[in-house]
């Protein structure tokens, strides 16, 4: 490409972006193009011009269709998954000061199984298997809680008979009914809000429901209901570690209703995985830190008790059950050479202990 004319149609950053293995492609007003590979953001060519406004809403335009782009002209913003022949894109896109910005998560699209990324199956399975309950997948943004998700309810897909429904906003994997029935609905979409698809799935019998991300009072009070009466629940929320998560959980309940909330998440919790993902030592991709909380009688008392900074003590003592906190994953993964020191203590909850650990 002579002196990178800027290319027609988005598409054309979208096939460069999978051909080199990115994350994410990021076309902003202002900002020359860029992309994220193995977690690091660059520009796709070094000497390329910023994009103007003029040639971002033409971009825009070559992709949106008249309901999302009704919706970014009376929003502000819009997201929602894109699929063209190169595969399924999570697409965003937002009105700001210069003009739009656009970012398109990369959907592998091939499911990815628990085995591919070294989940703990031993430990995570009978977690699957509850007929009730509650099990959360943390992480920020980018650290592949929908690849975790989706490998665990491909797990689920063939080793139950049941009805499965999952509520995304944007759905990024499809799944093929294997032994179970699978039906997934798209918020904006199918749906108004994750809350308004939450009331209306308790009717329509499922056993198993998938709920994209947690990130309101409604949505997390009918996830905890629906986990109280006889539904597995999986979901997301954007925190670092179970004891985290859980005061995120808590935080969004009003006062006066903790005390009856934290029996609630103390008898229907069955687990929460925590992940990161890290540039790898050798710099060639990223390898994924998990944290592992499984709920046993001394997990729920710290919960009901609201003691939540007990959980790391407690967890260390809950190896037989497949517990593993932060710092430990980041340990294994420092002494097989995968990661870093200087990562495994950029990244460590407890930086004293991890040093003395380095220094022993």
Same mark, same amino acid.
């Given at each position: 490409?002579?002196?990178?004319? &800027?290319?027609?149609? &988005?598409?054309?950053?979208?096939?460069?972006?999978?051909?080199?293995?990115? +994350?994410?492609?990021?076309?902003?007003?202002?900002?020359?193009?860029?992309?994220?590979?193995?977690?690091?953001?660059?520009?796709?060519?070094?000497?390329?011009?910023?994009?103007?406004?003029?040639?971002?809403?033409?971009?825009?335009?070559?992709?949106?269709?008249?309901?999302?782009?009704?919706?970014?002209?009376?929003?502000?913003?819009?997201?929602?998954?894109?699929?063209?022949?190169?595969?399924?894109?999570?697409? +965003?896109?937002?009105?700001?000061?210069?003009?739009?910005?656009? &970012?398109?998560?990369?959907?592998?699209?091939?499911?990815?199984?628990?085995?591919?990324?070294?989940?703990?199956?031993? %430990?995570?399975?009978?977690?699957?298997?509850?007929?009730?309950?509650?099990?959360?997948?943390?992480?920020?943004?980018? +650290?592949?809680?929908?690849?975790?998700?989706?490998?665990?309810?491909?797990?689920?897909?063939?080793?139950?008979?049941?009805?499965?429904?999952?509520?995304?906003?944007?759905?990024?994997?499809?799944?093929?009914?294997?032994? +179970?029935?699978?039906?997934?609905?798209?918020?904006?979409?199918?749906?108004?809000?994750?809350?308004?698809?939450?009331?209306?799935?308790?009717?329509?019998?499922?056993?198993?429901?998938?709920?994209?991300?947690?990130?309101?009072?409604?949505?997390?009070?009918?996830?905890?209901?629906?986990?109280?009466?006889?539904?597995?629940?999986?979901?997301?929320?954007?925190?670092?570690?179970?004891?985290?998560?859980?005061?995120?959980?808590?935080?969004?309940?009003?006062?006066?209703?903790?005390?009856?909330?934290?029996?609630?998440?103390?008898?229907?919790?069955?687990?929460?995985? %925590?992940?990161?993902?890290?540039?790898?030592?050798?710099?060639?991709?990223?390898?994924?830190?998990?944290?592992?909380?499984?709920?046993?009688?001394? &997990?729920?008392?710290?919960?009901?008790?609201?003691?939540?900074?007990?959980?790391?003590?407690?967890?260390?003592?809950?190896?037989?059950?497949?517990?593993?906190?932060?710092?430990?994953?980041?340990?294994?993964?420092?002494?097989?050479?995968?990661?870093?020191?200087?990562?495994?203590?950029?990244?460590?909850?407890?930086?004293?202990?991890?040093?003395?650990?380095?220094? %022993?």
């Amino acid at each position: 490409m002579a002196e990178h004319q &800027v290319l027609d149609h &988005v598409d054309q950053y979208l096939r460069l972006g999978r051909e080199y293995d990115c +994350s994410d492609v990021h076309l902003p007003t202002g900002f020359p193009p860029a992309w994220r590979r193995f977690g690091q953001l660059l520009p796709i060519w070094d000497d390329h011009e910023p994009l103007t406004a003029e040639e971002t809403e033409k971009l825009v335009r070559s992709f949106l269709e008249e309901r999302e782009w009704t919706r970014l002209q009376e929003k502000g913003d819009v997201d929602f998954a894109y699929a063209n022949d190169e595969g399924r894109f999570r697409a +965003s896109v937002v009105k700001q000061r210069l003009g739009y910005d656009m &970012v398109f998560r990369i959907i592998n699209t091939q499911i990815r199984s628990m085995e591919e990324i070294n989940l703990p199956i031993d %430990s995570i399975v009978p977690l699957t298997r509850y007929q009730n309950g509650l099990i959360l997948v943390t992480g920020s943004v980018g +650290s592949g809680k929908s690849t975790t998700l989706a490998a665990l309810v491909d797990f689920i897909n063939k080793d139950r008979e049941d009805h499965i429904l999952t509520l995304e906003d944007p759905i990024e994997y499809v799944f093929e009914s294997k032994n +179970s029935h699978v039906n997934q609905r798209e918020v904006h979409l199918h749906t108004d809000s994750f809350a308004k698809a939450l009331r209306g799935a308790l009717r329509e019998d499922p056993d198993v429901i998938m709920v994209g991300e947690m990130r309101d009072l409604e949505t997390i009070q009918l996830a905890l209901t629906a986990a109280e009466t006889g539904h597995l629940v999986l979901g997301t929320l954007h925190t670092g570690n179970a004891p985290r998560t859980l005061d995120r959980v808590l935080d969004v309940f009003p006062v006066d209703q903790r005390g009856q909330i934290r029996i609630m998440v103390s008898e229907s919790l069955r687990g929460i995985l %925590s992940q990161q993902l890290l540039p790898k030592a050798s710099g060639d991709g990223r390898v994924m830190a998990l944290e592992l909380l499984v709920n046993t009688p001394a &997990v729920a008392n710290c919960i009901r008790e609201g003691k939540t900074y007990m959980l790391p003590g407690v967890m260390q003592t809950g190896k037989n059950v497949g517990m593993l906190t932060m710092d430990e994953s980041l340990r294994n993964l420092y002494v097989k050479g995968q990661i870093t020191q200087e990562e495994a203590l950029f990244r460590a909850e407890d930086k004293t202990q991890m040093l003395s650990f380095f220094e %022993s």
